[in-house]
Structure formats: structure tokens, C-alpha cells
């Protein structure tokens, strides 16, 4: 990424701080039904939100695409020649098919949804810092580092958002237009702390930051399934390995003790939360067994320990592979509403 962006855009007052725009979905002439990830799961929860009355096409925040420019901050040019290659795309994207499909296909039916997500986590990361929260209805793709993509992640879109803000923000010191007052100490402007409660192990972006101590990363994950990257687990500071079937109590427990610990031992200028629901009961991939009441109290969770500490939060839909998750996020979502911790156009800022 150069001096500038176009991807950080001011929103007004009357916007919600909430993320999407209809091109993040994957349509493929039916051959994205060929894998176990809805491709059309952000489009889902957007409509849920619509229905709700929370966003509309006036107060949802769309974000632009990511450009070969932006992507090069973290990504070499010869990765992203790679992505030239429909059969290395197959690779990531774990549909065999798409080995047979002309490259400008791909592009334009894969990779360009995920530049479009890929922005929007990184002007997430921007909305944050301004109205103390932001979700973006997309991203989250943590098996992806600067140098090799999988998992169906191609671009590394939190450790692009994470490095934007320590480019573009070195100094930021406070949330602007925002509703939370911060508490007296004043946080390291350099220092984030990324939270993974996604059912895999975020790898990619911890071969990404395995050698830099101002990410703190917390990771609580399914041990027994992909990606088994030994390496990456270096860079966990807050490591929770879980066995397969683990269910709400024991989930919750453990996740809520981990983070108040992780948030002693660590001051944080904004968490980055990636918030997969592949952990939901009957999430062959996931292989856990919370129920939906809980994962909408495990959102409660984390965006209640950052807010009452004052500390941005920036949520990233991420992994979920059954049809009923995305009602489960825009009913998480409204939860949080409903419970204060996130904020309307208008009514709740300066």
C-alpha cells in the first residue's frame, strides 16, 4: 500500500459502521455449490439485517475493492502472479473445477469477491478507531499469510487490515465521534491484539506476525483439524487447543478466562475479532458442538470486555459452513445491539 488509499473513506453520521456491498458474494455458474462454504452467506446476513431494520441501503457502509497496490503491502508480486493460475487457485479455493476454468472466470468470479471483502475488512479496521466498533460482513480469511494462500483464503485480509492501521495510524490515540468514553491510560498506538475464535487455527496471519510483539494473538481452536501448522503456532501468545465436540459452557468459560487474561497481560490499541461460526453444533468442518445461543453470547462476550475497557473492536464474519449460520450472525449482531453495545446512525453519536 502506498502513502494513500482509497479503501479508508469517512462515513456520516447517518451510516452505520457496519460493512458490505453485494459483490462479495460468489457466483460461479454453480460450481461454488461444489464446496461446503456458502458463497452466498454475506448476502444472507445482510438481508437478515435489512429485515430486521438495522441497515438499508443508505446506512450499510460499502466498501471499494482492494487493489493490486493495497495488496502489495503485505503480498510479494509473485504471489499474486499465482493468482494468475486457475490451477493454483483450485488449490485455495479447494474446488477441484476450477482447474478447467479460464483464468479471467476466476478472477472475476472469485478473486474479485474477495478483494471486495478484502477491502472491507481493511476500512473496518479505519471505522473502528472512528466510532469505536465496525463489523465487516465478510473477511476473515486467517489461513492466508503474505506468501501462500488455502482454506479458501486468497488474500491475507487481517493482516492487511492489522498492517494498514499500524501504517496510516501510528499515532491514533482516541475513538472519534464515539459514544465510549476511553479510560485514563492512554494506549499504545502500535499495539493491537487479534482474537480467533474461528474453529481452525488462524495460521496464516501468524506466520505473518510470529516475530512482531506488537500483535498479540489469542487463538482458541479445534486441534484436531486443518491447517496443522506447527510453525505458525509460535506467534500465539493465548493458545487454547480444544478437542472435538466441545459445548457451550465449557466454550464459554474458557473463552471468557482466556481474554480477560489476555487483556491483563496485554494493552491494546484495537482488537481485531474473527468471529467464525464454524464452531456451531452439526459443523462437520468445525467439528465442535456449540449451540447458536451460545455463539450469540460468545459475540456478547468479547464486544463487551473490549467496550468496557474502551478498546476499538473490529469484527470479521470469517469461517461457517451450514446454511442456518447466517441468521446466527444477524441475530448476534442485533443481540449486541439490543444490549448496547453497538450503536445506531444518529441517536447514539455527538
Given at each position: 500500500?502506498?502513502?494513500?488509499?482509497?479503501?479508508?473513506?469517512n462515513?456520516?453520521?447517518?451510516?452505520?459502521?457496519?460493512?458490505y456491498?453485494?459483490?462479495?458474494?460468489?457466483n460461479?455458474?454453480?460450481?461454488?455449490k461444489l464446496?461446503?462454504f456458502?458463497?452466498?452467506?454475506?448476502n444472507n446476513?445482510?438481508?437478515f439485517?435489512?429485515?430486521?431494520?438495522?441497515?438499508n441501503?443508505?446506512?450499510?457502509?460499502?466498501?471499494k475493492?482492494?487493489?493490486?497496490?493495497?495488496?502489495?503491502?503485505?503480498?510479494s508480486?509473485?504471489?499474486?502472479?499465482?493468482?494468475n493460475?486457475?490451477?493454483?487457485?483450485?488449490?485455495?479455493a479447494?474446488?477441484?473445477a476450477?482447474?478447467?476454468v479460464?483464468?479471467?472466470?476466476?478472477q472475476?468470479?472469485?478473486l474479485?469477491?474477495?478483494r471486495?471483502?478484502?477491502?472491507?475488512?481493511?476500512l473496518?479496521?479505519?471505522l473502528?478507531?472512528?466510532?469505536?466498533w465496525?463489523?465487516n460482513?465478510?473477511?476473515?480469511?486467517?489461513?492466508c499469510?503474505?506468501?501462500k494462500?488455502?482454506?479458501?483464503?486468497?488474500?491475507a485480509?487481517i493482516?492487511?487490515?492489522?498492517k494498514?492501521l499500524?501504517?496510516h495510524f501510528?499515532n491514533?490515540?482516541?475513538?472519534n465521534?464515539?459514544?465510549?468514553?476511553?479510560p485514563?491510560?492512554?494506549?499504545?498506538a502500535?499495539?493491537?491484539i487479534?482474537?480467533?475464535l474461528?474453529?481452525?487455527?488462524?495460521n496464516?496471519?501468524?506466520r505473518?506476525?510470529k516475530?512482531?510483539?506488537a500483535?498479540?494473538?489469542?487463538?482458541?481452536?479445534?486441534?484436531?483439524?486443518?491447517?496443522w501448522?506447527?510453525?505458525?503456532k509460535?506467534?500465539?501468545?493465548?493458545?487454547?487447543?480444544?478437542d472435538f465436540?466441545?459445548?457451550?459452557?465449557?466454550?464459554l468459560r474458557?473463552?471468557?478466562?482466556?481474554?480477560?487474561?489476555?487483556?491483563a497481560?496485554?494493552e491494546p490499541?484495537i482488537?481485531?475479532?474473527n468471529?467464525?461460526?464454524?464452531?456451531?453444533?452439526?459443523?462437520?468442518?468445525?467439528?465442535?458442538?456449540?449451540?447458536?445461543?451460545?455463539?450469540?453470547?460468545?459475540?456478547?462476550?468479547?464486544?463487551r470486555e473490549?467496550?468496557s475497557?474502551?478498546?476499538?473492536?473490529?469484527?470479521?464474519?470469517?469461517?461457517?459452513?451450514l446454511k442456518?449460520?447466517?441468521?446466527?450472525?444477524?441475530?448476534?449482531i442485533?443481540?449486541?445491539?439490543?444490549?448496547?453495545?453497538i450503536?445506531?446512525?444518529?441517536?447514539?453519536?455527538?
Amino acid at each position: 500500500m502506498t502513502a494513500s488509499t482509497n479503501l479508508y473513506i469517512n462515513i456520516s453520521k447517518e451510516q452505520w459502521p457496519i460493512v458490505y456491498r453485494k459483490e462479495y458474494n460468489v457466483n460461479f455458474m454453480g460450481l461454488e455449490k461444489l464446496h461446503p462454504f456458502d458463497a452466498h452467506k454475506w448476502n444472507n446476513v445482510y438481508k437478515f439485517l435489512n429485515e430486521e431494520g438495522l441497515v438499508n441501503e443508505k446506512t450499510v457502509v460499502v466498501p471499494k475493492e482492494a487493489s493490486k497496490e493495497d495488496l502489495l503491502m503485505v503480498h510479494s508480486k509473485k504471489y499474486l502472479k499465482k493468482l494468475n493460475c486457475s490451477v493454483y487457485v483450485a488449490k485455495i479455493a479447494e474446488v477441484v473445477a476450477l482447474i478447467f476454468v479460464p483464468n479471467v472466470l476466476v478472477q472475476r468470479a472469485y478473486l474479485k469477491p474477495m478483494r471486495f471483502q478484502t477491502g472491507g475488512s481493511i476500512l473496518a479496521g479505519k471505522l473502528a478507531l472512528d466510532r469505536g466498533w465496525a463489523i465487516n460482513i465478510g473477511g476473515g480469511f486467517h489461513h492466508c499469510c503474505a506468501t501462500k494462500g488455502g482454506g479458501f483464503c486468497a488474500y491475507a485480509d487481517i493482516t492487511l487490515l492489522i498492517k494498514s492501521l499500524f501504517f496510516h495510524f501510528p499515532n491514533k490515540k482516541k475513538i472519534n465521534d464515539s459514544k465510549i468514553i476511553l479510560p485514563s491510560v492512554i494506549h499504545n498506538a502500535n499495539n493491537q491484539i487479534l482474537v480467533d475464535l474461528d474453529a481452525h487455527q488462524g495460521n496464516g496471519y501468524q506466520r505473518d506476525f510470529k516475530n512482531n510483539p506488537a500483535v498479540y494473538i489469542m487463538d482458541v481452536y479445534n486441534k484436531w483439524i486443518y491447517p496443522w501448522d506447527s510453525e505458525a503456532k509460535a506467534a500465539i501468545r493465548k493458545k487454547v487447543e480444544l478437542d472435538f465436540f466441545i459445548t457451550d459452557d465449557f466454550y464459554l468459560r474458557t473463552v471468557k478466562k482466556c481474554l480477560v487474561e489476555a487483556l491483563a497481560e496485554f494493552e491494546p490499541q484495537i482488537l481485531v475479532y474473527n468471529a467464525g461460526t464454524d464452531i456451531l453444533k452439526g459443523d462437520k468442518l468445525g467439528g465442535l458442538a456449540v449451540t447458536a445461543k451460545g455463539i450469540i453470547k460468545r459475540d456478547e462476550l468479547v464486544f463487551r470486555e473490549a467496550t468496557s475497557r474502551g478498546i476499538p473492536i473490529v469484527m470479521l464474519t470469517s469461517g461457517g459452513y451450514l446454511k442456518r449460520t447466517a441468521r446466527i450472525i444477524a441475530d448476534s449482531i442485533t443481540h449486541l445491539y439490543r444490549e448496547g453495545l453497538i450503536h445506531g446512525p444518529q441517536e447514539h453519536y455527538f
